[in-house]
């Protein structure tokens, strides 16, 4: 009796909407959230996820506590920000995204255990999360196996590509390639030494960097490559190393605490990074922070996104965030990208005019994204996106003033050929 | 590597590498100090060490931003009170600590790891909820800042002879605490023998109390000066905690001397074979090289003949 009653109630309804959103399609072309314009569940979820006709939910899968709580929260702020403002808009084929949001706490096997408890109890229609490569790799077969979609925002090392995982930050070519030329045109940078914390991330992005000032940039060669483990907390050695060597740039790609660590050792050596070129791709503003402005300013940075960005996306961006997580908070290069997943999501699904991941992943490649923060993107057949690199320098008050852009959108390239 | 460069670059390097080994010795004497009379003295496993450390970094930011907002003309020297406040916040908190928990475990070592090792999560957490998880910038006065400009080419970091300073300073007032003050015969005599100790009328629980808050006070004082050449966060604590282990049982676990030398002895190979080597490479052949001494000699450098 109640089995009947139920679809009873809802079916009136849901005819007059299918008849409204046959003539609508004018109408939802433009972007234009209108409430007769929701399509029947069952058209645009055929394999069981979490969607009813008033709601979708998502899953937000950080560290907030553990080491890496540092870093993630920036992410899961802004990941909350952007589901605010597409319900405020109006939602995802009109229903509302409620979003489900997990603690990985630093420690990859939990990774694994939360993503799949998204999936497969709460059968999220997408997840944005994770931050280190290590849990990224960590979750990566779950979502492969349970079919589920990943916007994954971190500046990474590359050699990764799914139909599961949307990668919403740069992969290692995009972020070093245009730093390095620019470095050695504006600076006629020709010595270069190179450092980083020992796992992944730096390994590869430095194999690249010295892959292309070895074979592509002219009469450059790399004075010294060098490897900390994470939280190493002593850099006097290495600063009386390069010293000695006399690099025109010092390319470090060190994190976390030893970042903190090494600028405060570096100004304390006495090396003066206005008239010492350093040239990094992981210090953000969120790091800054923790670094002191007055200990880092003059050294530059290549990335995609600064706070400090001029655009109308930004500037709306911006205050909007400040407005919901106070005051002092500060903006980085993956915060943005974090910011970046849920509206890829949308527009995708839209697209798609379905939640179905088969259709998203396929629908995915040439999703263009143009209220972003960091400027126009769009989705590659890859799944990476298209994006400007920046150098942008530090200054003393922990923001970077822009200071080069690429003038295209660079190509994300994944698996570089000649560089690995 | 030394083909291309003149003498006097080379005399200069070779100075300034000397003082970066001084200051890696002052970093680790400061933050194994306070281990080393709790691990040392008491036999307690303190796996919350460097979480007392941190304590006394955010007494050290929380001073600065008082300091600044009320009178921004002690700024200069907000320091020195930031480490006394540290030494009294840290301190407090370890007798609290000893009084709850320690001393119901004094009888089972291996328990007291397990228990330390929850505070320390426990605390990380607390840090998280209070400070928040991102790190905080603890502004400097502009004093300790930059370099010395010894001669062209030799510049010494500020820090680092502040933080040389202060090591040989709390060094010789823990030497005298424990070797010359009869508070420090009392400790003495508790750790040799704890029931002769109780019998000639030494109120042991109180020594412990005091010995714990007194060690962990040191932590508290580490951490504040940690704020010059570290990250100030919740979990940043952990990244000194393997050092200073390092460096306790190296030395031999009851002895202070012999927490020096192997702070020296551990510090001028680290220096010198990153000097030479990698970061990683140096990390790698220090390690291995305390674990073949220490298989050769478990008891550490040095170890106080105590009869048993």
Redesign the interface.
């Known amino acids: 009796m109640s089995d009947e009653t139920k679809p009873g109630l809802k079916s009136p309804l849901r005819r007059k909407l299918l008849m409204g959103m046959a003539a609508l399609p004018a109408v939802s072309m433009l972007g234009r959230p209108a409430f007769a314009d929701v399509p029947a569940t069952s058209a645009v979820n055929t394999t069981g996820l979490a969607v009813t006709d008033s709601e979708v939910t998502v899953g937000i899968l950080h560290s907030v506590t553990g080491t890496m709580a540092i870093s993630e929260t920036g992410s899961v702020e802004a990941e909350k920000l952007a589901i605010e403002q597409i319900n405020a808009a109006g939602g995802v084929l009109g229903r509302k995204i409620k979003f489900i949001q997990e603690d990985g706490a630093s420690d990859w096997p939990t990774f694994a255990e939360k993503a799949k408890k998204l999936l497969v109890n709460d059968k999220c229609a997408a997840v944005m999360g994770c931050w280190t490569s290590a849990s990224r790799k960590a979750v990566l077969p779950v979502f492969e196996q349970y079919n589920g979609m990943l916007y994954y925002p971190t500046f990474y090392e590359g050699l990764e590509q799914s139909k599961n995982v949307i990668y919403t930050g740069q992969e290692a070519t995009q972020q070093i390639i245009a730093g390095l030329d620019w470095v050695n045109k504006t600076k006629g940078a020709k010595s270069f030494y190179l450092l980083g914390s020992d796992y992944i991330w730096p390994r590869t992005s430095n194999k690249i960097a010295r892959k292309h000032i070895e074979n592509h940039l002219q009469g450059c060669k790399v004075v010294g490559e060098e490897y900390f483990p994470l939280g190493s907390t002593q850099f006097n050695s290495v600063i009386n190393k390069i010293k000695l060597t006399k690099p025109d740039v010092i390319y470090a790609i060190i994190v976390g605490g030893s970042n903190v660590a090494f600028y405060k050792q570096l100004k304390a050596a006495g090396i003066d990074l206005s008239k010492q070129t350093l040239l990094t791709i992981s210090v953000t503003e969120d790091e800054i922070d923790g670094i002191g402005g007055e200990n880092i300013a003059g050294a530059y940075a290549c990335m995609k996104y600064f706070q400090s960005l001029d655009n109308p996306n930004n500037k709306a961006f911006v205050p909007a965030f400040k407005k919901m997580w106070g005051e002092k908070t500060v903006i980085g290069d993956v915060t943005q990208a974090a910011y970046l997943g849920p509206w890829l999501w949308k527009l995708t699904v839209e697209k798609a005019q379905s939640f179905d991941i088969d259709k998203i992943a396929a629908a995915s490649p040439g999703v263009e994204f143009k209220g972003a923060p960091e400027g126009y993107v769009r989705i590659h057949e890859n799944h990476h996106l298209w994006s400007k690199t920046r150098v942008g320098r530090a200054k003393a008050d922990g923001q970077y003033e822009l200071i080069y852009e690429t003038a295209d959108l660079v190509e994300p390239d994944p698996f570089p050929k000649g560089y690995q | 590597m030394f083909g291309d460069?003149s003498i006097s670059?080379l005399g200069a390097?070779l100075a300034?590498?000397g003082?970066?080994g001084l200051?890696?010795f002052s970093?680790y004497v400061l933050m194994a100090l306070g281990l080393a009379i709790i691990f040392g003295q008491m036999g307690v496993i303190n796996m919350a060490h460097g979480e007392f450390m941190i304590l006394g970094a955010y007494v050290t930011w929380m001073t600065s931003n008082v300091v600044q907002h009320v009178a921004p003309g002690l700024f200069p020297g907000y320091f020195f009170i930031a480490m006394i406040l540290a030494f009294i916040a840290s301190g407090a908190l370890g007798m609290l600590v000893e009084w709850a928990l320690i001393r119901h475990l004094y009888k089972r070592p291996l328990d007291t790891l397990l228990a330390t090792w929850g505070l320390s999560l426990i605390l990380q957490?607390a840090y998280?909820s209070i400070f928040?998880?991102?790190?905080?910038?603890?502004?400097l006065p502009e004093w300790m800042?930059?370099?010395w400009?010894a001669t062209d080419s030799i510049?010494i970091?500020?820090?680092?002879m502040f933080v040389m300073a202060l090591t040989i300073l709390i060094t010789i007032v823990v030497f005298y605490i424990l070797f010359w003050s009869s508070w420090g015969k009392q400790v003495r005599a508790v750790v040799q023998n704890r029931v002769m100790a109780g019998a000639v009328g030494i109120n042991t629980e109180k020594v412990d109390r005091y010995t714990f808050g007194l060690g962990c006070g040191i932590a508290g004082i580490a951490g504040s000066a940690?704020t010059?050449?570290?990250?100030?966060?919740?979990?940043?604590g952990?990244?000194?905690i393997v050092d200073t282990f390092l460096v306790v049982v190296f030395g031999g676990a009851a002895s202070l001397f012999g927490t020096i030398a192997s702070a020296f002895s551990i510090s001028q190979t680290?220096?010198t074979l990153?000097?030479f080597l990698?970061?990683?490479m140096?990390?790698v052949i220090t390690l291995l090289t305390i674990v073949a001494i220490l298989m050769v000699r478990p008891q550490g450098l040095f170890a106080l003949k105590v009869r048993k």
Request: charged share 15%; aromatic share 10%; hydrophobic share 35%.
């Open positions: 460069y670059d390097i300034m590498q003082f970066a200051i890696l970093v957490q998280r928040g998880a991102r790190e905080v910038g603890v502004e800042m930059g370099s400009q510049q970091p500020i820090n680092g940690f010059m050449i570290g990250s100030t966060g919740p979990t940043a952990q990244l000194y680290q220096s990153e000097f990698s970061g990683s140096a990390k």
